[in-house]
C-alpha cells in the first residue's frame, strides 16, 4: 500500500526516467523551425559542421539536439516521415548506450536512425545488428535516402556476399547487418 503511494507520488522508475529524458526531446524540438527553413544543400553542409565541431572536442551528448533534430528534418522531407518525440527519447536512450523496448509499429527502424547517425560523425562506423538479413537489407534500403541527403554512407551486409563486396560495405558510415556477419 505505501509502495503504490509512492508510485503515484513520484511515478515508477521509468517514468521518472523518461521526466528526465523530455527536457532533451524539447530542445530538438525547439530546432524544427530552424532547420525547416534551410535549403537541402545548407540541411547536408550540417553534417561537415557537426563533424567538425567533434574534432575540436566537442562531445556526441552537447550536438545531439541539433543532429537528432537535423535527422528528422531530412527523414521528413525524404520519407514524409517525422519522428515523434517518443521515437526521440528511444533515439536519446540508445545514443546512452542503453536498451529501449519499443513495440512492433512503434518505429524503431526510423528510431535507430538518429543515434546512428549521430554515431557516424565522429568518422567511426556505426553498426546497427538485426536479427536476419532481410532486414537488414530492407531497413537501410529504406533509410538510405536520409542518410544519403545528409552526406552520410550506408550499407547492408548480407550472407551471400564476396569478400569484395563485404570490404566496399565496410567503408560505409553505417552498416546494417545480422550478428553473425558482424562476428
Known sequence: MIANFFKFLFGTANQRKLRKLQPIADKINS???????????????KTNVFKNRIKMGESLESILPEAFALVREAAHRKLGERHYDVQLIGGIVLSQGTISEMKTGEGKTLTATLPLYLNALTGNEAHLITVNDYLASRDAEWMKPIYNSLGITVGA????????????????????????EFG
Open 31 to 45: 530546432y524544427e523551425s530552424e532547420f525547416k527553413d534551410l535549403e537541402d544543400e545548407l540541411l547536408k553542409a
Open 157 to 180: 551486409l548480407q550472407n551471400s556476399m564476396y569478400d569484395k563486396e563485404r570490404k566496399e560495405i565496410y567503408n560505409s558510415d553505417i552498416i546494417y547487418g545480422t550478428n553473425s
